[in-house]
């Protein structure tokens, strides 16, 4: 079997990835690892990346009082996503998504 090239490979997750994120947009999207993986008898690419999610930290008051700084939650909380996209190395077609937890 013939399998696509690493860079077809990568390209074909981030745009899996930004489209199951079309409703909200991955930002800082970026390479973290890839690996050519068998699973289940299929040839695949294993294709991590990083990107940046912004979320809102809670108002002051709904977090309770042992936190004394309120002016801090105010500021959104940008926190760095890592997923591991899976494309058949044969067709380029999407596989499946796994959330990938960094230590």
């Given amino acids: 079997m013939q399998a696509i090239p690493v860079k077809e490979a990568v390209r074909h997750a981030k745009q899996s990835l930004i489209e199951l994120y079309a409703d909200d947009p ?3 999207l970026a390479l973290e690892e890839i690996a050519f993986v068998r699973d289940g008898g ?3 690419w294993s ?8 979320w809102a ?18 500021q959104p909380v940008e926190h760095r996503i890592y997923k591991t996209v899976f494309i058949d ?5 999407f596989v499946k998504m796994d959330i990938r937890q960094i230590q």
């Fill in 57 to 74: 930290a809670p108002a002051a008051d709904e977090a309770g009082p042992a936190l004394a700084n309120p002016g801090w939650f105010a």
């Fill in 47 to 54: 294709v991590t990346l990083g990107f940046d999610r912004t």
């Fill in 26 to 28: 991955p930002k800082a």
């Fill in 89 to 93: 190395a044969a067709t380029g077609e």
């Fill in 42 to 44: 299929r040839d695949l």
